[in-house]
């Protein structure tokens, strides 16, 4: 199961981002405990070499967002 989302999500990552891009509404964003989900998702999943920069970079940025949440 955890393989399956992170195909969808690693997908969803490498497609072409040329749209335009409309703010997230606060309903759509992120709360923490649907944050720590996905870092501990990620901690408990391998991956391959050629993803690692993108990985440890969404890592970065999720762990920032639980942060300013926690504050």
Known sequence: ???KFLKL???LLNKDNTQNITPVSQ???LNAKELEFL????????FK?????????TVL???????KIKK
Do not use: F, P, R
Request: net charge negative.
């Open 1 to 3: 199961m955890h393989n």
């Open 9 to 11: 999500v690693m997908g």
């Open 27 to 29: 309903q759509e964003q």
């Open 39 to 46: 870092l501990i998702l990620i901690k408990e999943t391998s």
């Open 49 to 57: 070499g050629e993803l690692i920069e993108t990985v440890y970079n």
């Open 61 to 67: 940025k999720l762990q920032n967002q639980l942060i």
